[in-house]
Every structure is written in C-alpha cells, then in structure tokens.
C-alpha cells in the first residue's frame, strides 16, 4: 500500500475508534449517574462477578487493538518495502544541518532535490550525535544515528517544496534544523543535478 495513504488510514482508524469510545462511553456514563442518583435509588446494589460480561469486555477490546495494530502494521510494511528502481540519495545529520549526497557526488545542504515521478530511497546516518529525519508530507521519521545507516523512500508523486525536519533533539539549534525537499519535474532536476553546488 501506499506509505501516505497506509499511515493516514492508521491514524484515522484508531481516532475513529477512540472517538467512537469517547461519545458512548461518555454518553452511557451521564445516563448512569442521573438514573442511579442517591435520590431515586439509594441502596446501591453490589453485583459482583458476571463471566459473560468479562468475557465480552476482555474479548471486544482484544479483537479492537488486534484489528489496530494490523492497520498500522500494513502501512509500516508500506514504509519499509523499496521500490527497486528508487533514486539513491545519501542523507547525513550533522549539528545543525541536513546534507544531501548525490549519485554524481553533487552535494547540497538544506535542500533535497529530486525527480516527480520517481521513488527515493534516503540512506540516513549521523556525523555526529543522534537526529531524526523527518517529512511530515511524506510520513518519513527515521532516526539518523552515528556509524550506522538507516534508510527511508518515499514516492515522490507531488510537485511543490515540503519541509524536512529534525525530531531528535540534538544541541541548542536543533529547532533550526530545517531542509527543504523540492519536487520538481524530470528535466529540471537533471539541469540541476549538473550545476555545481557550490
Ligand atoms: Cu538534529
């Protein structure tokens, strides 16, 4: 499944149920304490042990965050399974900024641009201390760690500039730890894979 689609159903999913939890639970709490109040029914009654109503209440809820975690499994699997013709990017944290390392060996920092159409397969690590890269657009927060490599894709399938951001927090400008991510279409990205970078 799509990553996006995949996550955003997730998401939904398990507000939708929570939500629906909220407005019964709450609704039948507020029948409770006005048909039980003390002026029309003062000795309470103590009901203990009912095996029917235990087993539906354990049984429910079980089947719920079964049916939870398998939304939520689909759209990891989604995250985690490459394309095989993704576009390689190399992506390294270091304090305080993203740098980006093309297949030509084109480097840029704070700007990672790449083809509509195509997947992109980001190899994250770290230069330094812990970060986290993240696309909120793209649903991407992958840890950037130090000696080791982690990766992310995404479907590059929207035209437009959609924020990269750091969620790990690594120093005193992690806040300004920001990037770009421009899609833009096939010919303009190999004009400017060619221009020098700096
Ligand atoms: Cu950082």
């Known amino acids: 499944m799509d990553p996006v689609r995949g996550v955003d159903l997730a998401f939904w999913y398990i507000i939708g149920v929570s939500f629906l939890f909220l407005v019964g639970i709450g609704v039948v709490m507020v029948y409770f ?6 002026s029309k029914n003062p000795i309470p009654t103590d009901i203990r042990d009912n095996l029917n109503l235990e087993v539906v209440w354990t049984a429910i809820p079980t089947v719920i965050a079964l049916t939870m975690f398998w939304v939520g499994w689909e759209a990891y699997l989604g995250l985690r399974a490459l394309p095989e013709d993704a576009l390689e ?4 944290g270091q304090q305080y900024s993203w740098i980006f390392l093309y297949p030509n060996d084109k480097e840029t920092e704070g700007e990672l641009v790449v083809p509509y159409g195509s997947a992109v397969k980001l190899n994250i690590t770290s230069w330094d201390v812990l970060h986290s890269f993240y696309i909120p657009s793209y649903r991407i927060k992958v840890d950037s760690v130090p000696g080791m490599t982690t990766y992310a894709w995404f479907n590059a399938d929207r035209l437009g500039e959609f924020d990269i951001l750091c969620t790990e927090y690594c120093g005193i400008d992690h806040a300004y730890m920001l990037a770009k991510l421009k899609i833009v279409p096939e010919e303009e990205y190999l004009a400017w894979l060619e221009e020098d970078s700096y």
């Open 89 to 92: 990017i190399e992506v390294g």
């Open 33 to 38: 304490v006005i048909k039980y109040r003390r």
